[in-house]
């Protein structure tokens, strides 16, 4: 890299590390503790790329970017901060950061961001995210601090404003509803109507002109679009070619495998084409186990809102609740916690009151949609995929370079997944695959693998 990069965050440590790493990246680096001294520098012209916590003594980083902006037009500004909700990542985008990214980070994650900011920089890059002041509550109905939480919030905070079709996936219980919601009540068309089309509204014939009339241009969902019926889902289609005037977003939501819904004939492909501008995969709860204890907090919370005493776990209760498989995902624990909120004896509730609760549900079902058929060998599995992709092209090869795409495809989880089984020690992750760790090292860097092997800066 190339560049002067302006660093702002009162915590010493974070300053010396990005100091340190973007010295040796071949930046030159001005760091300060300071948004006053920040801003000085930004208004003598200094650097090409700014990184800014948000909560500094001296102000609030995200309330600076506006004048960052008005001064100096074009300049990246990444914004970095440990109040990674959600809305963090929004009022970012709103105030027209460059990029998010929530702490703890991921070092060579940042130094990548940072390299393309100074890329972004050179070409007099906008963001693409922008959206305009509001009065907008402090919170959206999702909680999460995981890095898979921060990378959803990231990707709602990115398709927000746009004309962009939205298709959620994910599976029965993780909030995909939620979260199609909350992306039309804090979007631009959030005045307009959110209208959920079902098929028995689509039909007859006057159906997708009725459902157009009643959303006026402003959201339609398809819930569990491949539970329609394919009649319907053809009427969809002619729906979303024919609209013209007063265009509404469209968005879509299931918890099945897409690509085998296609293969059995319960989603169109071109509906599926027409839905899948934007993709969210919402993950699942057993994906995201350290968001236990949060949700936990704002279930009982919400419960004392609507009445009921106001209670806690204790931590053996807690470390339970935690090891629950949690088939149903945070709708199954929403109703758990809300149960035991009504019917816990003293304000902190005992392991004995959540066995009592958890011993009447289900440890496990299957996940709908698991990609590999029983008894399926991983080679089959892998030939039926490669199998469907080139069937999705039709008459047409796939683009060139298919090898390297299909050998990275595979090669990332498989490293990730080794990576994350022997604790992010190298050395043992080179000697389980059976490769040289200078190769491990390299393919790390080029299939750009950080999840596993993150970096937590405090």
């Known amino acids: 890299m190339d560049g002067t990069i302006l660093v702002a965050d009162d ?12 010295t ?8 300060t503790s300071s948004l006053t001294t920040l801003m000085r520098w930004v208004g003598e012209g200094k650097g090409d790329v700014v990184i800014s916590d948000v909560m500094m003594p001296d102000g609030n980083g995200l309330e600076m970017l506006p004048k960052i902006a008005a001064d100096r037009p074009g300049l990246p500004v990444i914004v970095i901060s440990a109040q990674n909700t959600i809305m963090t990542a929004i009022k970012a985008a709103e105030a027209e950061a460059y990029d998010y990214l929530p702490k703890p980070f991921d070092l060579p994650d940042l130094m990548k961001r940072t390299a393309r900011a100074l890329e ?78 079902s098929a028995a509204d689509l039909q007859n014939i006057e159906g997708p002109a009725q459902v157009l009339a009643k959303s006026k241009g402003g959201t339609i969902l398809f819930d569990e679009v491949t539970d329609i019926p394919a009649e319907v889902q053809a ?32 989603l169109r492909q071109d509906l599926f084409y027409r839905l899948s501008g934007a993709s969210i995969e919402v993950p699942a709860l057993r994906d995201r186990v350290d968001d236990i204890p949060l949700l936990v907090e704002h279930f009982l919370q919400r419960a004392e809102r609507e009445g009921l005493p106001l209670r806690k776990l204790s931590n053996e209760a807690l470390e339970m609740v935690r090891a629950h498989p949690w088939p149903g995902n945070v709708r199954q624990l929403e109703n758990a916690i809300r149960r035991l909120a009504l019917t816990a004896r003293v304000d902190e509730i005992t392991k004995p ?21 029983e008894g399926e060998m991983l080679s089959a599995s892998i030939g039926r995929h490669l199998r469907r992709y080139f069937d999705l092209h039709g008459d047409m090869l796939p683009p060139p370079g298919l090898y390297g795409r299909i050998l990275k495809e595979m090669e990332a989880p498989l490293i990730e997944i080794a990576l994350e089984a022997t604790g992010g020690n190298q050395a043992k992750c080179a000697d389980l695959l059976g490769i040289n760790r200078n190769t491990l090292r390299k393919k790390i860097t080029d299939l750009d693998i950080s999840v596993t092997r993150r970096r937590k800066l405090m």
């Open 24 to 31: 040796r990246a071949g930046c030159k680096v001005h760091a």
């Open 11 to 22: 915590d010493r440590t974070i300053r010396t590390v990005l100091t340190q790493a973007l």
């Open 353 to 373: 009151e959540v066995a009592a609760v958890l011993g009447g549900q289900p440890e496990s079902e299957p996940v709908p949609g698991g990609g590999v058929e």
């Open 120 to 197: 972004a920089g050179r070409k007099s890059a906008t963001p693409a995210l922008v959206a305009p002041d509001n009065d907008r509550p402090d919170e959206l109905p999702l909680v999460g601090r995981t890095p898979s939480m921060q990378a959803l919030y990231r990707l709602i905070a990115r398709v927000l404003n746009t004309d962009l079709s939205v298709l959620i996936t994910g599976e029965s219980g993780t909030g995909k509803s939620l979260i199609a919601r909350a992306i039309h009540d804090f979007s631009d068309r959030r005045t307009l109507p959110f209208v959920v089309a």
């Open 235 to 266: 009427r969809i289609v002619r729906m979303m070619d024919n609209t013209t005037d007063n265009l509404p977003r469209f968005m879509a939501t299931s918890q099945s495998d897409l690509n085998r819904a296609m293969e059995d004939g319960r």
